[in-house]
Structure formats: C-alpha cells, structure tokens
C-alpha cells in the first residue's frame, strides 16, 4: 500500500520560506517521478514542481527561482524548499507520484496523492 504524507505547511509572512516534506512508503521511491502540486480556493489544481527518477527538475513560471524541489531516494522523501513566499502562494500543497520515471503537468499522470498541507501567507 503506497502512502504519501506531507508535513511542513503553516502560517507565515510574505517573503518568508517553509520546507514542505512528503514521506512516501509502499513503493519503490527511485523508481518514479515524484510532484508538488497546490489547489487554492476556488481554482484547479496545478503543478508547482516536478523531479523525475534520474533528478530531472521542472517548475512553473510562477515559482521558478524561488521553489526548489529535491528528493532523498535512501529517506523516501521528497522536499520543496519554498523561499520569498507571497500570498498568491496561499493554496493546500500536495506531494504526487508519478505513473512513470518521467513527470507530467497533468494531474491524472499521477496515482498516489498525499493529504496535503496548507500552506498560508499573510500579507
């Protein structure tokens, strides 16, 4: 039985940085593309950041330069190092594996869902 399961979110101030954890279990963790993807109210939800098997890194446009997204194959554990957040960050931020080695922007490519952690930033 795969799980997912994210840590790290909170409540912080603009401009501040949260590390965003996803311990994964029941699989082999090195073997698969891993993403961070967030929902906020009332939106879709979106990919922020991707890794494939081999370290390949992707992020959208809005978070390129100051997300960075890292994985620890021996731990299980993947990372999203957030750093000047804004309070268009605001969203629950959830960890996702991948059918396959590779990522995708579309979250149907991806089977395993953590619960999610909320991430909040005040102006």
């Known amino acids: 039985q795969v799980q997912l399961v994210e840590s790290g979110g909170g409540l912080v101030q603009a401009g501040g940085s949260l590390r965003l954890s996803c311990a994964a279990s029941?699989?082999?963790?090195?073997?698969?593309?891993m993403g961070w993807f967030r929902q906020a109210p009332g939106k879709e939800r979106e990919r922020v950041a991707s890794?494939?098997?081999?370290?390949?890194?992707y992020y959208s446009d809005s978070v390129k330069g100051r997300f960075t997204i890292s994985r620890d194959n021996p731990k299980n554990t993947l990372y999203l190092q957030i750093n000047s957040l804004k309070p268009a960050d605001t969203a629950i931020y959830y960890c996702?594996?991948?059918?396959?080695?590779?990522?995708?922007?579309?979250?149907?490519?991806?089977?395993?869902w953590g619960q999610g952690t909320q991430v909040t930033v005040s102006s």
């Open positions: 996702a594996t991948s059918h396959f080695e590779l990522t995708s922007a579309n979250p149907k490519s991806y089977d395993y």
């Open positions: 029941g699989r082999t963790f090195s073997n698969y593309g």
């Open positions: 890794i494939t098997s081999s370290g390949s890194t």
